[in-house]
């Protein structure tokens, strides 16, 4: 992947987080473009991309930026390890 590419997949990343809500950290992350919950604790991120609930997210990144599968595949891979840090960082907080 060349810089230019990398450049634009990290911008749509950015996109993804600013666009996710999280109301309660014990369930999963809105993506609100969408408005769809979308599990991110599963053991294998390839085999959102198969699940007939992943098909929004997918037409959504494809139409809205025009990503190819193995961009759509980088940059969920990418979504999916921003979310999990949020989610590990919010239950290791001291209280």
Request: glycine share 4%; charged share 25%; aromatic share 16%.
């Amino acid at each position: 992947m060349d810089n230019k590419t990398e450049k634009y997949l990290d911008k749509v990343l950015d996109h993804m987080v600013r666009n996710t809500l999280i109301k309660n950290y014990l369930f999963t992350p809105i993506f609100r473009p969408i408005d769809m919950s979308i599990p991110i604790f599963t053991p294998d991120v390839d085999l959102y991309l198969t699940w007939g609930y992943m098909k929004p997210l997918y037409n959504y990144l494809t139409k809205q930026f025009g990503l190819t599968d193995d961009e759509v595949k980088y940059v969920f891979g990418k979504w999916v390890s921003v979310m999990k840090d949020m989610y590990d960082k919010h239950n290791n907080k001291k209280i």
